[in-house]
């Protein structure tokens, strides 16, 4: 089971990103799948995650409305669009999958029951 994120980098305030994460190993029609971020010094978060079983999204009040979430179903991947990006949103972004929605949201402890994640890209916001 694998979960491969790229895409991070340095952007300057209001620049955009895409992140993506390369899924295999498992069936993602029996997971949702979402992304966290951990700055420094900061809990993990939960940012954006679908479940692609019922339709279901979330986003944190922090990036809604800047970032957009989706899955490539043919290819298994999975993308977070972030546009507007601000120096808060620099973080360690990390992929995970989980059985149950709720553990891909502001609901889940911090990511505690996900059940698989993957190695994370650098995310920095500065000018």
């Not at 993506?20 to 939960?46: M, T, V």
């Not at 800047?66 to 993308?79: G, K, L, P, Q, S």
């Not at 669009?81 to 889940?108: H, I």
């Amino acid at each position: 089971v694998q979960l491969v994120e790229s895409g991070g980098g340095l952007v300057q305030p209001g620049g955009s990103l895409r992140l993506s994460c390369a899924a295999s190993g498992f069936n993602l029609d029996s997971y949702a799948i979402g992304w966290f971020r951990q700055a420094p010094g900061k809990d993990r978060e939960a940012v954006s995650s679908l479940d692609r079983r019922d339709g279901r999204t979330y986003y944190s009040d922090s990036v809604r409305g800047r970032f957009t979430i989706a899955i490539d179903n043919a290819e298994n991947m999975v993308y977070l669009q972030m546009n507007g990006l601000k120096p808060e949103d620099s973080a360690v972004y990390y992929c995970a999958a989980a059985r149950l929605f709720e553990y891909l949201t502001d609901a889940g402890g911090h990511g505690h029951g996900v059940d698989y994640w993957g190695t994370g890209t650098p995310v920095t916001v500065s000018s």
